[in-house]
Every structure is written in structure tokens, then in C-alpha cells.
């Protein structure tokens, strides 16, 4: 063998070794994020909430979702065929939780998937990096007519968990992303808690100085009712509520 050279087979191990090497840092290394802002509405790979008008108003756990590309530029479903990108819809964010990208699947071919949904996760759509992920779902979702009810932000965050398999679950839907924000989410500010909750308390309070009681059990009902829709409709109603 002529100095200098390597047998076929080494060199072709050598090569293996270094794709799979390189395919791993793409794969499990990644950009590292700006701190949260606030004050200029940036927000870096975050699921962000604030109140609706008049929804919030009668159930302040009710409200408007969106998700966050890695430079903080908040996407929220807001509208039939629209997308907000950097424009968050109805007013400043009032609660955030960022999300741990090591915690995503982003496989770079059929065989690189890293959670345990490798041919679900393919056929739903799979990405290899956050924004990627959050731009296909934009596209599916500039083609999906909005409805409070059936296909709203929440779907839009859910669909983009499922194609991030974040957690290593691909069931992400309305109720567990609203759980996931209002059980762990982070409150920007006070001022933030006040815009939450001083509608409700207003109403809560001219409601029962005019009618009483009543009141009380209205507003209560509402809130069940509401829940129970979307609980329905995502467990018990096969594609009830989904895009």
C-alpha cells in the first residue's frame, strides 16, 4: 500500500463517524437566546397569553396565545387565513413561559428522530430547527378560517408543539396549552395582573350591587360551560375542535 493513503474501508468509516458526529451537533446544538424583554415585546422561543376583550372580562382564565421565534418575534393565530407576526393581537403580553428547545425533536432525516413518534411524527410534519417548525404551521394556519370555539390561537400554539414534539408528546391541543400557561406561565408584571383581573372584578362587583347573587352563579355557569366545551371537544368529540 502506497505511503500516505488509507484503505476504502477506513476512509469511509472515518467519514461516517465525522457525518454522524456533525449531524448530532446540528441536531442537539443551538443558537443561544436574548433575555426576555418586555419592554420592546420580544420573547424568545415563549408561549405568551393576554386577557381577551369581554371573554377575559366574565372568565379571566380565558384569553389570547402565541408562540415565539428564537429572535422573540411573537406568531399568533388572529384571525381567519392570518397570522400576526411582531403584532401581538389584543394588546401586550401579560404572561410568558419559556420553552426548553433541548426538549424538542428536530431530526435530520427518517432515522435521526429522537422522540418515540419517529413515522407519526413524520407524517405530521417535522422540522430541524424551532423556527422552521413555527413557519410551517404559519402556512397551514394562513389557510384555516378562525372560530373561538373550534380553531383559535390555542390550536395554532398546539399544532406547533406537535410539530416541535416538545416534551416527546405529539398531544398537544387546546386544554393542555392553556393549562401549561396558566399553571407555570410568568407574570411580566403587576400592572399585567391588574389588566387580567380588574375587568372581572368590575363586573363581579356591578353585577352583585345590581342583581345579587345571581351574578355570581351567571359568571360561575359561563366558566363551566366554556370549560366544558373545550373538554368535550377535545376528548370526548373526535375533530370537534380541531383545525
Keep these: ?6 484503505p476504502k474501508m477506513e476512509l469511509t468509516v472515518a467519514y461516517d463517524a465525522e457525518h454522524t458526529s456533525s449531524t448530532q451537533r446540528i441536531q442537539h446544538e443551538f443558537w443561544p437566546l436574548d ?3 418586555s419592554k420592546k415585546a420580544k420573547f424568545p422561543c415563549c408561549i405568551v397569553w393576554t386577557p381577551l376583550p369581554v371573554v377575559s372580562w ?3 382564565f380565558i384569553g389570547h396565545v402565541g408562540i415565539c421565534m428564537e429572535d422573540g418575534a411573537v406568531l399568533d393565530f388572529a384571525g381567519s387565513n392570518f397570522v400576526n407576526v411582531d403584532d401581538f393581537a389584543f394588546g401586550a403580553v401579560a404572561r410568558y413561559l419559556q420553552l426548553d428547545r433541548e426538549q424538542c425533536c428536530f431530526p435530520p432525516n427518517i432515522a435521526g428522530h429522537t422522540c418515540k413518534h419517529g413515522y407519526m411524527h413524520t407524517e405530521y410534519g417535522t422540522s ?3 423556527d422552521d417548525a413555527l413557519r410551517s404551521s404559519m402556512r397551514y394556519f394562513e389557510n384555516k378560517s378562525y372560530n373561538l370555539f373550534t380553531c383559535n390561537s390555542h390550536s395554532f400554539v398546539a399544532n ?8 416527546g408528546s405529539m398531544s398537544w391541543n387546546m386544554i393542555n396549552v392553556a393549562a401549561l400557561i396558566l399553571f407555570k406561565g410568568h407574570w411580566v408584571d403587576s400592572m399585567s395582573i391588574v389588566r387580567s383581573f380588574l375587568p372581572f372584578i368590575v363586573v363581579l362587583c356591578f353585577g352583585f350591587f345590581i342583581v345579587g347573587w345571581p351574578t355570581l352563579i351567571g359568571l360561575l355557569s359561563f366558566s363551566l360551560l366554556l370549560l366544558g366545551w373545550f373538554f368535550i371537544g377535545t376528548y370526548c368529540v373526535k375533530n370537534l375542535v380541531e383545525c
Design 35 to 37: 433575555e426576555v424583554d
Design 128 to 130: 430541524i430547527t424551532w
Design 58 to 60: 366574565l372568565a379571566p
Design 1 to 6: 500500500m502506497p505511503l500516505g493513503r488509507l
Design 160 to 167: 406547533c408543539l406537535n410539530r416541535l414534539c416538545y416534551s
